[in-house]
T-cell receptor
Framework: GAVVSQHPSWVICKSGTSVKIECRSL??????MFWYRQFPKQSLMLMAT?????????EQGVEKDKFLINHASLTLSTLTVTSAHPEDSSFYIC??????????FGPGTRLLVL | QKEVEQDPGPLSVPEGAIVSLNCTYS??????FMWYRQYSRKGPELLMY????GNKEDGRFTAQVDKSSKYISLFIRDSQPSDSATYLC??????????????FGQGTILTVHP
């Protein structure tokens, strides 16, 4: 299957700092990538759709100024959690479309904000 | 009512059993149906992908879609302890604003015991 990587796999930061998470499609080009958030024992919640060369589309209730998304190339999208607070602690997962209807997911990034 | 309903379980079966996992949905615009497997603290892994109604088989896995009943299933034959994971159904529409956006079920926690 297609490979999507994320970096870092886990990060601990102090409250008020910003954290950047990278998502890369390793063996295919992805014009569209997606960012999800998952709380323990819950399903994935779509945060935003990242489009190469254009602004991201955010889901209702997701603060675009807090979760900055950049999709600068066909293989890389980044999510920056700005001024992180403990309530932002979660499991962040990206995915990329290889074909129109199929998404491949990265391994996830576990964020803990102290 | 959620767009996609999935019994969270947990489901516990003995090794070798046939496992049946199901989801129902309410949005008739869904055209693409997927099953993902997620191990603890990992990103979801695509297991099966089906377009519209019908059956699809891949090794020990069989996916069924019945659009008239808005019901999808995943069957696992000869279940193994390594199949123990959370299984997520996901679906998406044919295009437009729903392009590529997946709607997930809550996920079913499966344990296969030796």
């Amino acid at each position: 299957g297609a490979v999507v990587s994320q970096h870092p796999s886990w990060v601990i930061c102090k409250s008020g700092t910003s954290v950047k998470i990278e998502c890369r499609s390793l063996d295919f080009q992805a014009t569209t990538m997606f960012w999800y958030r998952q709380f323990p024992k819950q399903s994935l919640m779509l945060m935003a759709t990242s489009n190469e060369g254009s602004k991201a589309t955010y889901e209702q209730g997701v603060e675009k100024d807090k979760f900055l998304i950049n999709h600068a190339s066909l293989t890389l999208s980044t999510l920056t959690v700005t001024s992180a607070h403990p309530e932002d602690s979660s499991f962040y997962i990206c995915s990329a479309n290889r074909r129109k209807e199929t998404q491949y997911f990265g391994p996830g990034t576990r964020l803990l904000v102290l | 009512q959620k767009e996609v309903e999935q019994d969270p379980g947990p489901l516990s079966v003995p090794e070798g059993a046939i496992v049946s996992l199901n989801c129902t949905y309410s949005n008739s615009a869904f055209q693409y149906f997927m099953w993902y497997r997620q191990y603890s603290r990992k990103g979801p892994e695509l297991l099966m992908y089906t377009y519209s109604s019908g059956n699809k088989e891949d090794g020990r896995f069989t996916a069924q879609v019945d659009k008239s009943s808005k019901y999808i299933s995943l069957f696992i034959r000869d279940s193994q302890p390594s199949d123990s994971a959370t299984y997520l159904c996901a679906m998406s529409g044919a295009g437009g604003t729903s392009y590529g956006k997946l709607t997930f079920g809550q996920g079913t926690i499966l344990t296969v015991h030796p």
